[in-house]
Antibody
Framework: EVQLVESGGGLVKPGGSLRLSCAAS????????MSWVRQAPGKGLEWVGR??????????DYAAPVKGRFTISRDDSKNTLYLQMNSLKTEDTAVYYC??????????WGQGTMVTVSS | DIQMTQSPSSLSASVGDRVTITCQAS??????LNWYQQKPGKAPKLLIY???NLETGVPSRFSGSGSGTDFTFTISSLQPEDIATYYC???????????FGQGTRLEIK
């Protein structure tokens, strides 16, 4: 079964850090471009960033609101995607989804993990 | 960045109705436009990719059309299980930029 399972969410104070993980199974993770998408409570979807497969260079790109604070990485030996979030702000409060990115579309989605930034 | 204007923001229709949602891009995006369905408390689900291609396993009552800046998503005969919020999403590679429409909340009348 094709599956993405996020973990690592929780409550963190403004200015703090958190690392999310996404465990992939059921497909060839090393060939996949991966992405993070978030959704603030009661709001719409917002793209966070993406990482290409190592075969395609392994480079990353980020949305403007998180650039310089968030870092996406991958460990293909563990079939795991990561999102390191630093200098967190209250406006980063959201459900964070891990997804595959196939050309231009988000194909497979995880169930999401909630991140709350509050003092 | 490319902006996406999705309308309407909410919609109420009866079972069996034809439902249409539109999405307009602030500049030409060719056919790099996708549609998602999100039910409450669940992750989004890809329905239509590249403007008009039906994702595997998605019922044929869902369809999409358009290119350039104007796109349309249609449910030909609304079913009770279609109650959800629908989002369009564009993809621009240079520089990499991905944006979603504001969403359309679909309710049964």
């Amino acid at each position: 079964e094709v599956q993405l399972v996020e973990s690592g969410g929780g409550l963190v104070k403004p200015g703090g850090s958190l690392r999310l993980s996404c465990a992939a199974s059921g497909f060839t993770f090393s060939n996949a471009w991966m992405s993070w998408v978030r959704q603030a409570p009661g709001k719409g979807l917002e793209w966070v960033g993406r990482i290409k497969s190592k075969t395609d260079g392994g480079t990353t790109d980020y949305a403007a609101p998180v650039k310089g604070r968030f870092t996406i990485s991958r460990d293909d030996s563990k079939n795991t995607l990561y999102l390191q979030m630093n200098s967190l702000k209250t406006e980063d409060t959201a459900v964070y989804y891990c997804t595959t990115l196939v050309v231009s579309a988000f194909d497979i989605w995880g169930q999401g993990t909630m991140v709350t930034v509050s003092s | 960045d490319i902006q996406m204007t999705q309308s309407p923001s909410s919609l109420s229709a009866s079972v069996g109705d034809r439902v249409t949602i539109t999405c307009q891009a602030s500049q030409d995006i060719s056919n790099y436009l996708n549609w998602y369905q999100q039910k409450p408390g669940k992750a989004p689900k890809l329905l239509i990719y590249d403007a008009s291609n039906l994702e595997t396993g998605v019922p044929s009552r869902f369809s999409g059309s358009g290119s350039g800046t104007d796109f349309t998503f249609t449910i030909s005969s609304l079913q009770p299980e279609d109650i959800a919020t629908y989002y369009c999403q564009q993809y621009d590679n240079l520089p990499p930029s991905i944006t979603f429409g504001q969403g359309t909340r679909l309710e049964i009348k």
